[in-house]
């Protein structure tokens, strides 16, 4: 074995007070990175929300669109006798086959 040498009190000391340091940082550092790590999870999830957000702005448009094609390529008399029986316009229809059916009592 090595013969034992003298070390200097200064020198031991300045060694504990490096291993105390990096002990009393280690919570610190720890917490830092817990953080960082939150945030960049939270940045994550509001980039995927607005991601997702686009794409169902976009398939809402595609819908639209087909909607609007659809209705332009009806035929027009269908679509104006639809619009008829949906308004309830045709009231002279109506007082037609109601007077038929006052006439068949009688």
């Known amino acids: 074995m090595a013969n034992p040498t003298i070390v200097s009190p200064m020198i031991t000391d300045a060694v504990t007070q490096a291993n105390v340091k990096v002990v009393a ?5 720890a917490m830092g990175t817990l953080y960082q790590s939150m945030a960049h999870s939270t940045g994550i999830l509001f980039e995927n929300y607005v991601s997702a957000s686009q794409q169902q702005n976009t398939l ?3 819908a639209t669109n087909q909607g609007v094609m659809q209705i332009y390529s009806m035929d027009t008399m269908s679509s104006a006798s639809a619009t008829e029986k949906v308004g309830q316009l045709g009231t002279a229809d109506q007082m ?4 038929t ?6």
């Open 60 to 62: 809402s448009q595609a």
């Open 96 to 99: 037609s086959t109601l007077l």
């Open 25 to 29: 940082e280690a919570p610190a550092m």
């Open 101 to 106: 059916l006052l006439q068949s009592f009688s």
